[in-house]
């Protein structure tokens, strides 16, 4: 059998021997990046209804709630959605369960999957939202967890701060993201569909999305 190495050799070799006769990169055509950034006004308010709109449309189920209401609101999704346990990810507020009487089990990097299968729901923050896209993104910082804590549980309630966490586009987004860590895009509850595109949700991820928009 091949060993690793050897196949990438054997690859890169490939690739140098398909580029050997072409042009040197100062005789390289010049690449056009005058695009926009964003297709959005600056307007915060907009950029937030944006946000929304495009969360409701990938069939997250969307709230808004002020800092002060949060726990109250947190624990009544809980309620409202049968979850008797959820996980907590390290570094998530306590106060943001404050109000629920759901288990909490809380998670050191060595719940297993079949532990965390066994639980009903995991509230997170996240470390972006993309308004024009629809998409929260998360990157296992405090509050959020390592990455299978978003992917195994039936219900994900995300919180996202509309003062300093939506931006309007992907391409203001990538600077803002450290490439480094594990980045999970999530645009939606997980679902897929077959050849007869019959939708399928619940597959590679939680069925159920929930997310919070904290307003001042």
Known sequence: MTSR??????????????????????????????????????DPAALLDLLHENLTDYRAVVHRSTEHHLPSLIGRLLADRGARTVVVPPGLP?????????????????????????????????ALAVAETGTIVLDAGPGQGRRALTLVPD???CVVNSSDQVVASVPQALPR????RPLTWISGPSATSDIELDRVEGVHGPRRLEVVLVID
């Open 5 to 42: 190495s050897s196949s990438r050799d054997r690859i890169l070799a490939k690739v140098r021997s398909a580029l050997a006769d072409a042009p040197d990169a100062p005789d390289a055509p010049e690449v056009t990046r005058d695009y926009l950034a964003s297709h959005t006004p600056d």
């Open 155 to 157: 219900l994900h309630i």
């Open 177 to 180: 993201l450290d490439a480094t």
């Open 94 to 126: 306590s106060s943001w369960l404050a109000s629920t009487r759901a288990e909490q089990c809380f998670d050191a990097g060595t719940l297993a999957p079949a532990e965390l299968d066994s639980i009903d729901a995991v509230v997170t923050g996240c």
